[in-house]
T-cell receptor, first 110, second 114 residues
């Protein structure tokens, strides 16, 4: 059965800290891994990763995929209170459907 | 360009009542999805429609039915609501056939079943 596990489930940091969120997966015929940020409402797309070792960056956020370890990390540097959200990892296998992890709830305190 | 829209935003039902959640997208996507989100469980796929005219079960389809009315619209129906269906429901859409897995989500419907 396809499975995605995120850790930690929740995290509290102070502004300026750097955080690393983890996502590990077991999926048949891996196709891609996606990261989403969810604030009050709908998840919004952050990154899609398909190749191992290639870092994707957007401002203070970056992510990398390790297909050998079946995992991905999402880094946020110099965190701000606006980074407070649920971060969702999802994986696509041969079914083409997204399998989501439980999410990591990040709280950034001033 | 509104993206993905959902109605209603909030709904309270009594056990046994029925209702339909509506979803529409204006991005010309061929695939549409319905998810539910419960605390600590991420998003779970209820049903999806890879293309107009097709629908398939996801991870948690029991108690739900769907209709892909046309390319733009995908509705989710609860025939006899149960308290276990209290959740936040999200609709999403994507271009499946292009191999692009990025799904775009609607704002969600918060449903409470008493």
């Amino acid at each position: 059965e396809d499975k995605v596990v995120q850790s930690p489930l929740s995290l509290v940091v102070h502004e300026g800290d750097t955080v690393t969120l983890n996502c590990s997966y077991e999926v048949t015929n891996f196709r891609s891994l996606l990261w989403y940020k969810q604030e009050k409402k709908a998840p919004t797309f952050l990154f899609m990763l398909t190749s191992s070792g290639i870092e994707k960056k957007s401002g203070r956020l970056s992510s990398i995929l390790d297909k050998k370890e079946l995992s991905s990390i999402l880094n946020i540097t110099a965190t701000q209170t606006g980074d407070s959200a649920i971060y969702l990892c999802a994986v696509v296998g041969n079914t083409g459907k997204l399998i989501f992890g439980q999410g990591t709830t990040l709280q950034v305190k001033p | 360009n509104a993206g993905v829209t959902q109605t209603p935003k909030f709904q309270v039902l009594k056990t046994g009542q029925s209702m339909t959640l509506q979803c529409a997208q204006d991005m010309n996507h061929n695939s549409m999805y319905w998810y539910r989100q419960d605390p600590g469980m991420g998003l779970r796929l209820i049903y999806y429609s890879a293309s107009e005219g097709t629908t398939d079960k996801g991870e948690v389809p029991n108690g739900y039915n769907v209709s892909r009315l046309n390319k733009r619209e995908f509705s989710l129906r609860l025939e006899s609501a149960a308290p276990s269906q209290t959740s936040v429901y999200f609709c999403a859409s994507s271009f499946w056939s292009r191999g692009a897995d990025t799904q775009y989500f609607g704002p969600g419907t918060r449903l409470t079943v008493l």
